[in-house]
């Protein structure tokens, strides 16, 4: 077996899980979250950096390596670490996601969707098979099953018929993966909000006997009170010996809150992505550095924060470079970004080991700023 997940133990306060995911590339301990490099790369991050800042496995998408290189270049370059120099863990998604959220002209069948790819307009096809040939090929220790990602919000019957075909595409995935000894393969519970369609789906998956399992269709514009909803009967489904994986979560509030129902590894493209708007998180809350008030600021990004950047360089400073498109801006503030969600983590798993979550989650969330009315979402 590819992936095994180790049990510590359990927040005495909330029932948050502290454990250790072992992948062939390594080990990590849980909660975690997982910098997203879409394109075999974190943007503007070197993968020394991202041992720098404990980063132990990171997320690359299939479907765009798919376009570009293409998977059959990085099979030659011999697979996704080699080719990338990344020597951590690496989870690749299906591709999924991205066919239904880029492409406005795809058209769902049994056998797979056909799509337009985003780039050229070029007509394509994905299908479980396909999807689990090109993951293979990267040679990602965690794969993700080929699932649909259905719109949200959907209708009960549009749901429950997705559902069903999902865990069909589960079947043809475990029977098309190629190399299980040495990759994973997680499957995905769908069924949007409706609790006995996820009940059904996370029945059908866990019975297939995956190593892992993620909570797909989330994270998609529904309300936050939903998602917490929608984990609290999902979690419960799932085995407690395996991996939970919430795909596409990566505010700090949904982090803790993820941590607290059972979820054990997020990613999420929010701290870098805001990053290179000159958008801050802080022990304060966010902070968009690249406002006119910052322009004399001296001080730090957060003054409680160690990372090089906050003990290196002033607020002004990187508002200049930012204001200006300079790349080392994005550099400073992806890295600080990516620093903050890393500790905070790290700090939920302390609190684990100490039973108290729940009190760091009220501490958090006050300091933050979420528990004023109309919070931001990070
Ligand atoms: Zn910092």
Redesign the pocket.
Known sequence: MAIRYEFIKQDKQTGARLGIVHTPHGSFETPTFMPVGTLATVKTMSPEELTELNANIILSNTYHLWLRPGHEIIREAGGLHKFMNWDGAILTDSGGFQVFSLSDLRDIQEEGVHFRNHISGEKLFLSPEKAMEIQNALGSDIMMAFDECPPYPATYDYMKASVERTSRWAERCLTAHARPDVQGLFGIVQGGEFEDLRKQSAQDLVSMDFPGYAVGGLSVGEPKDVMNRVLEFTTPWLPQDKPRYLMGVGSPDSLIDGAIRGIDMFDCVLPTRIARNGT?M?SNGRLVVRNAQYARDFG???EN???????NYSRAYIRHLIKCNETFGFRLTT??NL??LIELMRKVREAIKEDRLGDFRDEFFESYGFNKPNAKNF
């Not at 924060?305 to 003990?311: A, E, I, L, T």
């Open positions: 801050c802080t730090p990004i957060d924060c160690d990372c090089k950047v906050c003990k890295y600080h620093h903050f």
